[in-house]
T-cell receptor, first 112, second 111 residues
């Protein structure tokens, strides 16, 4: 089955810890994206990558880091510098030159 | 002014009626427009894409685009309880292959 997988589904973190969220896709899409969603809010772009070994900051990149070493993988690290990390994190991908984005199931991060 | 604006709702609709959702955007250079459906606790699912002025129909869904007035709408005909969800409007940014999302409209279809 083609699709996007994210793991874990739920993640609990103590303050001061870094955590890494996984995103993998087998759709052969070039572009991948990370969003954050807070309760009752829309999606805000954290980082995106149009091609392997290249990525750009989105609208709210502070406190986050990413890598894109493989086409199918785009992990997101939430660092201790992120002041309000509790949120629903969504990974998406799209074909090159197309704006339609498809989402993974999401990771719900809670900071204790 | 927000870049993409939607009424947060909830929009309460009787079963079998038409639900009408609106979205306005500020970037005149936007060319691609999308509607996503998001059930509570789940990720967004793409249900409609529209690129040209006018109407686009897909099953019970109709998307309408008016670039001159900078709005895009979604009609859900014969609304079913399973249509109860939050509907997100997304608009591509003129610069770069990125989307801007509205805050979503919550729809409640009552039997």
């Amino acid at each position: 089955d083609g699709g996007i997988t994210q793991s874990p589904k739920y993640l609990f973190r103590k303050e001061g810890q870094n955590v890494t969220l996984s995103c993998e896709q087998n759709l052969n899409h070039d572009a991948m994206y990370w969003y954050r969603q807070d309760p009752g809010q829309g999606l805000r772009l954290i980082y995106y990558s149009q091609i392997v070994n290249d990525f750009q900051k989105g609208d709210i990149a502070e406190g986050y880091s990413v890598s894109r070493e493989k086409k199918e993988s785009f992990p997101l690290t939430v660092t201790s510098a992120q002041k309000n990390p509790t949120a629903f994190y969504l990974c998406a991908s799209s074909n090159r030159g197309q704006n339609e984005q498809f989402f993974g199931p999401g990771t719900r991060l809670t900071v204790l | 002014q927000k870049e993409v604006e939607q009424n947060s709702g909830p929009l309460s609709v009787p079963e079998g009626a038409i639900a009408s959702l609106n979205c306005t955007y500020s970037d005149r250079g936007s060319q691609s427009f999308f509607w996503y459906r998001q059930y509570s606790g789940k990720s967004p699912e793409l249900i409609m894409s529209i690129y040209s002025n006018g109407d686009k129909e897909d099953g019970r869904f109709t998307a309408q685009l008016n670039k001159a007035s900078q709005y895009v709408s979604l009609l859900i005909r014969d609304s079913q309880p399973s249509d109860s969800a939050t509907y997100l409007c997304a608009v591509n940014r003129a610069a770069g292959n990125k989307l801007t999302f509205g805050g979503g409209t919550r729809v409640l279809v009552k039997p």
